[in-house]
């Protein structure tokens, strides 16, 4: 990408549905990097499907998912035409574990695929969707469905998101992902959640297209260290955060960009 072609202002991926498809469409469409936020979409589209699914966004994009046996089943399940009476409590989902039901990995794939198809709509710039790394479980089956919705970057902080461009790779190669998960207050010092996609859908998914990764960091720090365990070309810049952010990556740390070297032409450094 060249430096001429970058846009000057990368959309905050803020809150649960503040950084909606629809701000993030705009945001595009305007020649700036429009983000999605990629926090609890699976609640997100449960709620407006009980709602009646206003505009019909989900249906219609969820139309296009390639697996409409699980299509179906969240549609008989959560969605309510017309909407639920008022004072009618919604319908729960579990909460994510480390042993998630079939059905909530298929909310997770399919909320992700639906929100990425909706910001993509009407136009051919970039859409990227933001996660924060502190929150693991759903990162592989949220990953998995924002790549086959056809996301065009990934952002993330709240943490040092080392192991994503390799669940990355894994994606879009068809492999097995795994993705580790610190566990405090046990004997146990971690655990994973593990996926195989060709169990799961029947059939590796074809045709997915790798995105671009753009960690958010604090320091010079953490840049080496993505360079250093990153698979090579796996890292396609940076989101930094200055000490004015107010962001996750506490403690904040000045990172200068006129001393720090950029390994690659493709690589840039962004600044917040």
Not at 68 to 82: A, C, L, P, S, T
Request: hydrophobic share 40%.
């Amino acid at each position: 990408m060249s430096i001429k072609t970058l846009p000057e202002i990368i959309q905050g991926g803020m809150g649960v549905n503040i950084s909606s498809p629809e701000l993030a469409k705009m945001v595009s469409k305007l020649g700036q990097q429009g983000t999605i936020s990629g926090t609890a979409l699976e609640w997100v589209m449960v709620r407006s499907l009980q709602m009646g699914d206003p505009g019909e966004h989900f249906r219609r994009v969820l139309a296009g998912f390639p697996f409409q046996d699980m299509v179906k089943e969240i549609m008989n399940k959560f969605y309510v035409k017309g909407g639920i009476p008022k004072n009618t409590p919604f319908k729960g989902i579990p909460h994510v574990g480390f042993t998630p039901s079939n059905l909530f990995i298929a909310l997770l794939i399919c909320a992700n695929f639906a929100v990425v198809r909706l910001a993509k709509e009407g136009h051919d710039n970039p859409i990227s969707i933001n996660y924060l790394e502190k929150i693991a479980l759903p990162h592989v089956h949220a990953l998995y469905g924002a790549i086959m919705g056809g996301v065009d970057i990934i952002t993330m902080g709240a943490g040092i998101p080392l192991q994503i461009p390799h669940l990355i790779n894994d994606i879009v190669a068809g492999n097995d992902c795994t993705y580790s998960i610190p566990v405090s207050g046990t004997n146990i010092r971690s655990s994973s959640i593990n996926f195989s996609p060709e169990q799961f859908f029947g059939e590796i998914p074809k045709d997915l297209n790798k995105p671009k990764f753009l960690p958010i960091i604090s320091s010079n720090l953490l840049a080496n260290l993505f360079l250093k365990k990153s698979p090579e070309g796996s890292v396609d810049g940076f989101v930094v955060e200055e000490p004015t952010a107010g962001g996750h990556n506490a403690p904040p740390r000045r990172v200068d960009p006129v001393h720090y070297p950029v390994p690659h032409p493709s690589m840039e450094l962004r600044m917040l």
